[in-house]
């Protein structure tokens, strides 16, 4: 696998949600600093046996509704 794709959400208090498409691999962290690091972390340890993926690419998934009116 050459990349592992994270949908990444802001939480209404404004911290940060991510979760991979396909794998059982999910972090949250106040800052996108942080969750960085996180997803980091989370991807190696899900990986401590096999070779993880070369990159990881979060996408910023933002739901927003809108009043037609």
Request: proline content about 3%; overall charge negative; charged content about 25%.
């Amino acid at each position: 696998m050459n990349e592992i794709v994270f949908e990444v959400s802001q939480e209404a208090d404004g911290g940060f949600t991510a979760e991979a498409i396909g794998e059982s691999i999910f972090t949250q962290a106040d800052t996108w600093d942080e969750l960085r690091a996180n997803v980091r972390q989370a991807v190696q340890a899900f990986y401590f046996d096999s070779v993880p993926p070369a990159s990881i690419r979060l996408r910023m998934v933002r739901d927003e509704v809108l009043a037609v009116a």
